[in-house]
């Protein structure tokens, strides 16, 4: 259901839909597996997934309150949070190089996040 390339195009990651859905890290020249992050069930599946530069791992799952994920480069969860009652539709990394920030958006939000769980929201005009 979603699908990301790191920015040196070397990892892709992808979430699966389902009552217990996974997110894999492979290899996108040869579709070899990497890493194997299993969710646990009522996320219902991953609705937006993305990876920096570093292999960190930030996703949306379709959970209700669309929960987010945040999963160092080894699958490891770094920290799980409530996202929004409103559907998100994507998530994306800061492309500078050692950051930990990230954002999610979705209908009338959007969310500034860090690796560690800060959550700060966006505001408009």
């Known amino acids: 259901m979603a699908i990301s390339l790191n920015p040196d195009r070397t990892c892709a990651v992808s979430g699966q839909v389902g009552s217990s ?7 996108p020249v040869t579709g070899q597996k990497r890493t194997r992050i299993k969710i646990g069930k009522g996320a219902r ?4 997934v993305s ?5 960190c791992i930030a996703a949306v ?5 669309h929960q987010v994920y945040c999963f160092d480069p080894s699958g490891n969860m770094m920290f799980k949070d409530k996202g929004d009652t409103n559907k998100i539709h994507d998530v994306c990394w800061d492309a500078k190089p050692g950051s ?3 954002a999610t958006a979705g209908v ?7 690796s560690t ?3 700060q929201k966006g505001l408009f005009g």
């Open 45 to 48: 599946g991953i609705a937006a």
């Open 51 to 55: 990876m920096n530069a570093d292999g």
């Open 117 to 119: 769980g800060k959550k």
């Open 108 to 114: 009338k939000h959007i969310y500034f996040w860090d």
């Open 100 to 102: 930990n920030r990230f």
């Open 61 to 65: 799952d379709l959970h209700n309150e």
């Open 21 to 27: 859905p996974t997110i894999f890290t492979w290899d």
